[in-house]
């Protein structure tokens, strides 16, 4: 029986795409740096708050650290679309802009003999540049002209990572665990930043545009770890087999040790083809503690400058350049991109809940801006809390084996403009749906959906406020793969 909500999430995925055709997300601050820093979260992380230092998850991928790799037990494959909407508030107006992309995907392949280890590529956001900003200036030599700032473009991380297990192992149930990752990743993307200058109250004087085009193209490594403890010791396992075509759970006490196929095929616990899926433990009444850290350190980060000055007009069908008055390029800029740390707690019993609180520590202040503004960078300091609740791993009711999430941040910003801090505080919510009635024989494919409201900047001395709604949609497919079968 094919599941209902399977061609409803093929339909939010492509009207979400729709939505991008003709909208563009537009904000003032993104003018500054490297453009907005774009949450590498993904979407279960993001319901999170971004908890990011100490999650992990068996099901779903957490990029931002490494070390959960390890915690993989299936082939995973996650997209993630995601749309924006912005209002924008200035002394005397108001601004709304909107749009919908293509925001990260990733793969990952779970390695070794008992699953202790995965391998994970893709692509995730890193800054987004998309502002357009009109200002009017009187002067007493050339008399008012306007100033039109604008500017687009994007940077990524396309990225190959892996995880594993030094310590300890899930598979026997061990007290301490410890797990270590890397990510590589290639930040690269083209930036535009554009004045024009004109001058609407005088036929003889010229307009000039002065462009500068910035492509990016470096190195930055991700290094993570996550150790994991028992608070409370689990008083029995389970694993999931088929009896009669339906799920169902044998649970044993914790201290037996058993050969799954031979003990199970004594008490005929499984179909006539012999399936039984022994990857899949349930810990009943474990409660666990993670610490996590992770650090993002980038090498000497340089961006390929281009600059153009151009004579213009304006026409009736827009943009008229007369001729370009000097085209420098094949210089490059130190950007000193910044690094970042993170620390982080959760705390958790298996397939029922999970708690987390996070901080991250950005060192934007030595960065080296692309264009010359008055604005100051500050090192940017984010905390962060989630909560992830499932009412029943293993029931059959669609609603109960749906994740529930939310979350909530502050973060004091790393932009300093006219002596104000500008700051970002947000909440967040979210769902894991299930695609799937089956959730263990070959998998669990899902639909994370996560929501994040909140507002940024100030209106103190001409400076705009927003607020600002953040809708990811990811599909999360999971499946056995490079199994071996075996028959009876």
Do not use: C
Request: glycine letters at 10%.
């Amino acid at each position: 029986m094919q599941h209902p909500y399977g061609k409803l999430t093929i339909g939010l995925l492509f009207f979400l795409l729709s939505l991008s055709v003709s909208a563009q997300e537009v904000s003032p601050y993104s003018r500054f740096g490297l453009g907005d820093a774009q949450s590498t979260d993904f979407a279960a992380v993001g319901a999170l708050g971004g908890a990011s230092a100490a999650y992990q998850d068996w099901l779903g991928l957490n990029y931002n650290n490494p070390a959960s790799y390890s915690k993989l037990q299936f082939t995973t494959f996650e997209l993630g679309i995601k749309y924006g909407l912005r209002s924008i508030k200035a002394t005397d107006s108001t601004y709304t802009s909107s749009d919908a992309f293509l925001d990260y995907f990733a793969m990952a392949l779970p390695f070794g003999k008992r699953k202790a280890g995965g391998l994970t590529f893709g692509i995730a956001p890193f800054t987004q540049v998309s502002y357009s900003q009109l200002s009017e200036v009187s002067d007493s030599t050339v008399g008012s002209f306007t100033r039109l700032f604008n500017g687009d473009g994007r940077t990524y991380k396309l990225f190959v990572g892996s995880g594993w297990e030094v310590l300890g192992s899930e598979a026997k149930y061990s007290k301490h665990r410890l797990s270590v990752g890397a990510n590589a990743n290639l930040l690269f993307g083209k930036l535009r930043y554009s004045q024009i200058i004109n001058f609407p109250d005088s036929s003889n004087t010229l307009s000039t545009r002065q462009t500068t085009n910035a492509r990016v193209a470096d190195a930055v490594f991700d290094v993570g770890v996550q150790y994991t403890l028992w608070l409370k010791r689990p008083s029995q396992i389970g694993s999931q087999v088929k009896i009669n075509g339906l799920d169902s759970l044998v649970y044993l006490p914790i201290d037996t040790v058993i050969d799954w196929r031979k003990d199970l095929n004594k008490k005929t616990l499984y179909d006539k083809k012999g399936f039984i899926d022994s990857l899949v433990k349930v810990r009943r009444h474990a409660v666990f503690m993670t610490i996590g850290a992770y650090a993002s350190v980038p090498l000497n980060t340089n961006a390929g400058i281009e600059k153009v000055y151009d004579r213009l007009v304006y026409t009736s069908s827009g943009l008229l350049i007369l001729d370009t008055l000097s085209f420098t390029s094949g210089f490059s800029l130190k950007l000193n991109v910044p690094a970042k740390f993170g620390f982080g707690f959760m705390f958790s019993q298996a397939d029922k809940w999970k708690a987390l609180v996070d901080v991250s520590y950005t060192t934007w202040k030595n960065f080296n801006s692309i264009i010359t503004e008055s604005v100051s960078f500050r090192n940017d300091i984010r905390t962060a809390i989630g909560l992830e609740y499932i009412p029943n791993a293993a029931a059959g009711s669609f609603i109960k084996r749906t994740f529930y999430r939310i979350g909530a941040y502050y973060d004091n910003g790393y932009l300093t403009i006219a002596g104000n801090d500008i700051r970002e505080i947000g909440g967040s919510l979210g769902f894991g749906i299930p695609l799937k009635r089956e959730r263990f024989k070959m998998g669990y494919p899902h639909l994370n959906i996560s929501f994040e409201g909140g507002t940024r900047g100030t209106n103190a001395n001409n400076l705009v406020s927003e607020k600002f709604f953040r809708g990811v949609i990811a599909i999360t497919l999971n499946n056995k793969w490079f199994e071996q079968r075996r028959y009876d």
